[in-house]
């Protein structure tokens, strides 16, 4: 008489049950494969410490910005003299001596007078020599430098 008897399954390499699970061939009988959990450890630290960089960032940029609006702001008076390309606007002083910064919020810098024929000497070409456009000339020539001075302190941190 002849003996049937059950043939062992052979034991796969664990490199072999590895690619059968990439290509779908699963091993039924490979428990641990079914069971492995990925959990990524340290994400609150992680957020933490970008929120805190960006913190940073926005900070130094507003510096950056506020020291770019004193720049602009001396660069203006420059012009109003006649130290630039623009006509000289100086007649009593009055408005180069009153032009102003503020910042309304952050990363923003305004520069501006507050006297009643600032717009006309900026604007009209009706004044001997035409519009003078301080303002306008010296924020357009120094662009460059507006941004140089956001992106010097942003590098810092």
Same mark, same amino acid.
């Not at 933490?48 to 960089?53: G, L």
């Not at 510096?63 to 003299?81: H, P, R």
């Not at 004044?127 to 120094?142: L, V």
């Given at each position: 008489? +002849?003996?049937?008897?059950?043939?062992?399954?052979?034991?796969?390499? +664990?490199?072999?049950?590895?690619? %059968?699970?990439?290509?779908?061939?699963?091993?039924?009988?490979?428990?641990?494969?079914? *069971?492995?959990? &990925?959990?990524?450890?340290?994400?609150?630290?992680?957020?933490?410490? &970008?929120?805190?960089?960006?913190?940073?960032?926005?900070? %130094? $940029?507003?510096?950056?910005?506020?020291? $770019?609006?004193?720049?602009?702001?001396?660069?203006?008076?420059?012009?109003? *003299?006649?130290?630039?390309?623009?006509?000289?606007?100086? !007649?009593?002083? %009055?408005?180069?001596?009153?032009?102003?910064?503020?910042?309304?919020?952050?990363?923003?810098?305004?520069?501006?007078?507050?006297? !009643?024929?600032?717009?006309?000497?900026?604007?009209?070409?009706?004044?001997?020599?035409?519009?003078?456009?301080?303002?306008?000339?010296?924020?357009?020539?120094?662009?460059?430098?507006?941004? *140089?001075?956001?992106?010097?302190?942003?590098?810092?941190?």
């Amino acid at each position: 008489m +002849r003996k049937i008897g059950l043939r062992k399954r052979k034991k796969l390499s +664990r490199k072999k049950q590895v690619e %059968n699970q990439i290509e779908g061939k699963e091993d039924t009988n490979d428990k641990m494969a079914k *069971n492995i959990k &990925v959990s990524v450890k340290g994400i609150p630290q992680a957020t933490k410490y &970008v929120n805190k960089k960006i913190a940073e960032a926005l900070k %130094n $940029a507003d510096k950056g910005v506020k020291q $770019a609006t004193f720049f602009i702001k001396g660069e203006v008076v420059f012009s109003i *003299n006649g130290d630039r390309a623009e006509h000289e606007s100086v !007649d009593t002083g %009055n408005f180069k001596n009153r032009i102003t910064t503020i910042f309304p919020k952050q990363l923003q810098g305004v520069v501006f007078s507050d006297v !009643d024929y600032a717009g006309i000497l900026e604007y009209s070409p009706n004044i001997i020599a035409g519009p003078r456009a301080h303002f306008k000339n010296t924020k357009e020539r120094n662009e460059e430098k507006i941004v *140089n001075f956001i992106k010097m302190e942003v590098n810092k941190i």
